[in-house]
């Protein structure tokens, strides 16, 4: 079976590789007649050929979980925002909006006006308590102490960091806080997947004052807010936008 699987993938490349060599040569009489513009040469190929699909995939948790911070922030226009090694794609964004502080465990080398870049371990903050009035901690939780990122493993990892982000918020602040949603379970060593009960159990005291979720399958819905508690259940690996704000 296996001698059958590589023939056929060898099969298979050499078809792709045939249709390749096929389009260039064509693309490359069109240059020439068109008077040669810019240099075609098959040393300067660069294939892409996953690309001609019907539709346009994209990751559903960062690109919507992203649009909805984005609209917060918009919203409440905080005159600093913190974030904690969320995506870097995220707090580059956010910086056209309002200046944004980031820290990272692996600090990147990202420079941008209204962007401060620090290096912060989520476990201990190099922030003062209570000081910090908008902060985000999006799609991170999950993936502490699970070692995937060079981190130390602690079965615990998650709710030390979150008692972290408690600890830095300010009263009357803000928190948006991202993590997986479904049925609850590890899946070693990617990342955690939370219970909706089980997030506002670990801020309990906090009130939560938006909920959005974003289902498995986009049939269910693409940015739900306020879903039922049916459909969080129903969820695999869904992703829940929470926005928490601190007893004042």
């Given at each position: 079976?296996r001698?059958?699987?590589?023939?056929?993938?060898?099969?298979?490349?050499?078809?792709?590789?045939?249709?390749f060599k096929?389009?260039?040569?064509?693309?490359?009489?069109?240059?020439?007649e068109?008077?040669?513009?810019?240099?075609v040469?098959?040393d300067d190929?660069?294939?892409c050929?996953?690309?001609?699909?019907?539709?346009?995939?994209?990751?559903?948790?960062?690109?919507?979980?992203?649009?909805w911070?984005?609209?917060?922030?918009?919203?409440?226009?905080?005159e600093?925002?913190?974030?904690?090694?969320?995506?870097?794609?995220?707090?580059?964004?956010?910086?056209?909006?309002?200046?944004?502080?980031?820290?990272?465990?692996?600090?990147?080398?990202?420079?941008?006006?209204?962007?401060?870049?620090?290096?912060?371990d989520?476990?201990?903050?190099p922030?003062?308590?209570?000081?910090?009035?908008s902060?985000?901690?999006?799609?991170?939780?999950?993936?502490?102490?699970?070692?995937?990122?060079?981190?130390?493993?602690?079965a615990?990892?998650?709710m030390?960091?979150?008692?972290?982000?408690?600890r830095?918020?300010?009263?009357?602040?803000?928190?948006?806080?991202?993590?997986?949603?479904?049925?609850?379970?590890?899946?070693?060593?990617?990342?955690?997947?939370?219970?909706?009960?089980?997030v506002?159990?670990?801020?309990?005291?906090?009130?939560?004052?938006?909920?959005?979720?974003?289902p498995?399958?986009?049939?269910?819905?693409?940015?739900?807010?306020?879903?039922?508690?049916?459909?969080?259940?129903?969820?695999?690996?869904?992703?829940?936008?929470f926005?928490?704000r601190?007893?004042?």
């Amino acid at each position: 079976m296996r001698i059958l699987r590589f023939l056929k993938y060898l099969r298979e490349k050499s078809r792709t590789n045939s249709e390749f060599k096929t389009r260039f040569d064509t693309f490359r009489r069109l240059a020439t007649e068109a008077g040669n513009r810019m240099p075609v040469e098959w040393d300067d190929r660069f294939p892409c050929l996953d690309d001609e699909t019907d539709g346009l995939d994209f990751d559903r948790h960062y690109v919507y979980h992203m649009a909805w911070a984005m609209r917060v922030l918009t919203r409440t226009m905080p005159e600093l925002h913190v974030d904690v090694s969320s995506r870097l794609d995220f707090a580059a964004l956010a910086s056209a909006i309002v200046p944004v502080q980031l820290f990272e465990y692996r600090q990147p080398d990202l420079v941008l006006d209204q962007l401060q870049v620090m290096q912060g371990d989520l476990l201990n903050l190099p922030v003062t308590d209570s000081s910090v009035h908008s902060l985000s901690c999006m799609h991170v939780i999950e993936h502490v102490g699970l070692g995937r990122y060079g981190d130390q493993m602690d079965a615990d990892g998650d709710m030390k960091a979150i008692a972290e982000l408690k600890r830095v918020l300010a009263p009357g602040g803000q928190l948006l806080f991202v993590v997986p949603i479904g049925r609850p379970r590890v899946q070693f060593n990617a990342h955690r997947i939370y219970s909706f009960e089980h997030v506002r159990k670990q801020f309990s005291g906090f009130k939560l004052a938006e909920f959005a979720l974003i289902p498995d399958k986009a049939q269910d819905g693409h940015l739900v807010f306020n879903a039922s508690p049916e459909l969080c259940s129903a969820q695999n690996y869904g992703c829940g936008c929470f926005l928490f704000r601190k007893p004042a």
